[in-house]
């Protein structure tokens, strides 16, 4: 025999935070992959900092030029975190880099959720 089922019922308050749930994922927004070109450096605690770094910019190509060894620096500090290992950041200490990611607003420096490290320079002269 089948079990009878009851008629699901919302309150008003369910109904509120069905709607709201459902404006949340129609309204939310993909993030962009950024870039940076940085200086890699020890933070202290085991991670890594681009140091340097120039403002970050959304990828507008899919392939976006390289920049050249002699690109500008900036004035920031990100601080990197993610797989840092499988991407090599250590054997890039002390090395201009091109660095792409996710960028997240923290404080004192953002976070850049690596998905690429490219060098450019094996100093930030």
Not at 64 to 71: C, G, I, R, T
Request: with cysteine; proline share 9%; glycine share 10%.
């Amino acid at each position: 025999m089948i079990p009878a089922t009851r008629p699901m019922t919302l309150t008003m308050s369910g109904v509120f935070l069905l709607l709201v749930g459902l404006t949340a994922v129609a309204t939310a927004q993909p993030m962009s992959i950024m870039m940076t070109v940085g200086c890699v450096e020890r933070d202290g605690r085991g991670g890594f900092t681009l140091t340097r770094a120039t403002d970050p910019e959304a990828l507008a190509d899919r392939l976006p030029e390289q920049p050249p060894a002699d690109a500008p620096l900036g004035m920031l500090t990100i601080r990197m975190v993610g797989t840092l290992d499988e991407f090599g950041v250590a054997a890039h200490e002390g090395h201009k880099v091109w660095a792409k990611g996710l960028l997240n607003p923290g404080e004192p420096n953002d976070l850049l959720n690596l998905t690429s490290i490219t060098h450019l320079a094996p100093s930030c002269e």
